[in-house]
Every structure is written in structure tokens, then in C-alpha cells.
């Protein structure tokens, strides 16, 4: 085996010459996939579609994928992203037509920009979240969010891997609205539940990170709101909150779009 002179890498790679931002969503029963799970599956597509992934150096190599945000487990999403090294430049038109076409369907490939300064993850700061309550009433689901609303804190417990954390939902809220969806829902093949209000939160990213679910905790708190089944949770977009309110899109007026 040759011997590594200092200041090499023990098993040089083809530099990196272009990165390639990429907007997806996660449809469908893909939204119980794990983080973990669409990185694999992403990873898969990418060697089945020949897409020239740059890979970092050493002994085990590893494709230059990096993520931002992953929704939570059992949410949808039509607003994920990540970032893609490549070994040589690609049109972004061709890398969503072959990414696309090999991922399962669920996992879709909406849009992709070349990147460019400044990084993705300062063009992000928070999260619009759509709820489907199914039988909670609109009235219902109203009250409890004026009174959310009306706090100057409410703060939620919740396990991970390191152990309790506490989390301010009412400092991340920036906005709420309620809606009413549509008629009677199925929840199984025995029960049906009549009416479904929608709630539509803009959530900042703070640390820790505030997620639907403790949306709903504080609710709970503040309310005694408690769904009989669980909510339908979906990241409908992702960007930078303005003082109006609204998020500003990631990526440039130049992005390619797919099917959506």
C-alpha cells in the first residue's frame, strides 16, 4: 500500500465542482419513513439514476448529500430540502427528471436550483404547518387558539434522546388560523368523524425546535384541547419570515419544477 505524504487525504476523491439545491416532498404513507430512511432512499436513487455524486475522502466514503430540517416522523411535507455535490456540472432540469423517476413514489422531486451564495439554511428560518383535526369544531379549535395566543408564554415537555427538554411554543408561534375541512372524515374502516378543523401555524426555529405536536400540546395546556384522532400534520412550505408574516421562498425565480 502507498504511503500517505502529509497533508493528503488517504483516498482522494474527484473535487467537488457544482452543488445543486433540491426541493421535495413527502407524500402519502412515505411520511412514516424515518430521516434515516429517505436519506437511504435518496442515496439509492441517486447510484440508480447516475448522477455524478461527489464523496468525501477516506476510508469510507460517503455521497456529499446534506439535509436541512427534516419534518418529523408520520408528517408530510411539500417543502424539504437538500443540497447535492457533484463531481461534474449538471443542467438542474435533467437531475430532477432522473432524481424523480428514481425515488418512490411519495417521495417527489418538486424543484432544483444551482447553489448559490448564501447558504441554504440562511434562507430559512421557519415553517408554515397545516393540522387536519379530524372532530375538533371550528369554534372549538378558535378558542383554544385565541387563548394560545393571548399568552406571553406557554411552555411544553417532551422526551428525546437526551432526555427531557422544554420548549416555548408560544415565543416560536408567529402566526395561527383556523379553518373549517371538509365533511365527515374516515379514521378506519368503523368509525367516521364528523367535521375537521384546520389549523395553520407559521412556527420559527428556535432550539429547541418546536414541532406540531407541541403545537398541539400547548393547546392542550392552555385549552384542555385533546383531538379523539390524531391530527394530519403537512409542512406546506419553509423560508424566511417577513415582518408581514409571510415566508420568502428558498430558492430563486430560475427554479425547475416537476409534477406535482
Same mark, same amino acid.
Given at each position: 500500500?502507498?504511503?500517505?505524504?502529509?497533508?493528503?487525504?488517504?483516498?482522494? @476523491?474527484?473535487?467537488?465542482?457544482?452543488?445543486?439545491?433540491?426541493?421535495?416532498?413527502?407524500? #402519502?404513507?412515505?411520511?412514516? &419513513?424515518?430521516?434515516?430512511?429517505?436519506?437511504?432512499?435518496?442515496?439509492? @436513487?441517486?447510484?440508480?439514476?447516475?448522477? =455524478?455524486?461527489?464523496?468525501?475522502?477516506?476510508?469510507?466514503?460517503?455521497?456529499?448529500?446534506?439535509?436541512?430540517?427534516?419534518?418529523?416522523?408520520?408528517?408530510?411535507?411539500?417543502?424539504?430540502? &437538500?443540497?447535492?455535490? *457533484?463531481?461534474?456540472?449538471?443542467?438542474?432540469?435533467?437531475?430532477?427528471?432522473? *432524481?424523480? @423517476?428514481?425515488?418512490?413514489?411519495?417521495?417527489?422531486?418538486?424543484?432544483?436550483?444551482?447553489?448559490?451564495?448564501?447558504?441554504?439554511?440562511?434562507?430559512?428560518?421557519?415553517?408554515?404547518?397545516?393540522?387536519?383535526?379530524?372532530?375538533?369544531?371550528?369554534?372549538?379549535?378558535?378558542?383554544?387558539?385565541?387563548?394560545?395566543?393571548?399568552?406571553?408564554?406557554?411552555?411544553?415537555?417532551?422526551?428525546? =434522546?437526551?432526555?427531557?427538554?422544554?420548549?416555548?411554543?408560544?415565543?416560536?408561534?408567529?402566526?395561527?388560523?383556523?379553518?373549517? #375541512?371538509?365533511?365527515?372524515?374516515?379514521?378506519?374502516?368503523?368509525?367516521?368523524?364528523?367535521?375537521?378543523?384546520? *389549523?395553520?401555524?407559521?412556527?420559527?426555529?428556535?432550539?429547541?425546535?418546536?414541532?406540531?405536536?407541541?403545537?398541539?400540546? @400547548?393547546?392542550?395546556?392552555?385549552?384542555?384541547?385533546?383531538?379523539?384522532? =390524531?391530527?394530519?400534520?403537512?409542512?406546506?412550505?419553509?423560508?424566511?419570515?417577513?415582518?408581514? #408574516?409571510? *415566508?420568502?421562498?428558498?430558492?430563486?425565480?430560475?427554479?425547475?419544477?416537476?409534477?406535482?
Amino acid at each position: 500500500m502507498a504511503r500517505v505524504r502529509p497533508g493528503e487525504a488517504a483516498n482522494p @476523491a474527484p473535487p467537488t465542482v457544482q452543488r445543486i439545491r433540491v426541493r421535495f416532498a413527502k407524500r #402519502g404513507r412515505l411520511r412514516f &419513513l424515518s430521516h434515516r430512511d429517505i436519506a437511504r432512499s435518496f442515496e439509492r @436513487a441517486v447510484r440508480r439514476a447516475g448522477v =455524478p455524486v461527489a464523496h468525501s475522502h477516506g476510508f469510507s466514503p460517503h455521497p456529499r448529500i446534506s439535509w436541512l430540517g427534516a419534518a418529523p416522523t408520520g408528517a408530510a411535507s411539500e417543502a424539504e430540502y &437538500l443540497e447535492i455535490g *457533484l463531481t461534474r456540472e449538471l443542467d438542474p432540469a435533467g437531475l430532477v427528471a432522473e *432524481l424523480d @423517476a428514481a425515488l418512490p413514489a411519495g417521495l417527489d422531486v418538486l424543484a432544483a436550483v444551482v447553489a448559490e451564495p448564501p447558504p441554504l439554511a440562511d434562507r430559512i428560518n421557519a415553517s408554515r404547518w397545516r393540522m387536519e383535526l379530524p372532530g375538533v369544531a371550528v369554534a372549538e379549535l378558535t378558542a383554544a387558539v385565541d387563548a394560545l395566543l393571548a399568552r406571553d408564554s406557554v411552555v411544553v415537555e417532551r422526551m428525546t =434522546p437526551s432526555g427531557r427538554r422544554e420548549a416555548d411554543v408560544r415565543a416560536a408561534l408567529a402566526s395561527a388560523a383556523v379553518t373549517q #375541512g371538509a365533511g365527515p372524515t374516515s379514521v378506519s374502516a368503523a368509525e367516521i368523524v364528523a367535521g375537521c378543523a384546520i *389549523l395553520t401555524a407559521v412556527v420559527r426555529q428556535t432550539t429547541p425546535a418546536v414541532r406540531p405536536d407541541d403545537v398541539l400540546g @400547548a393547546l392542550d395546556v392552555v385549552a384542555g384541547l385533546r383531538p379523539p384522532v =390524531p391530527a394530519k400534520v403537512t409542512r406546506m412550505a419553509q423560508g424566511l419570515l417577513d415582518d408581514r #408574516g409571510r *415566508l420568502a421562498e428558498p430558492f430563486d425565480s430560475d427554479r425547475v419544477t416537476a409534477r406535482v
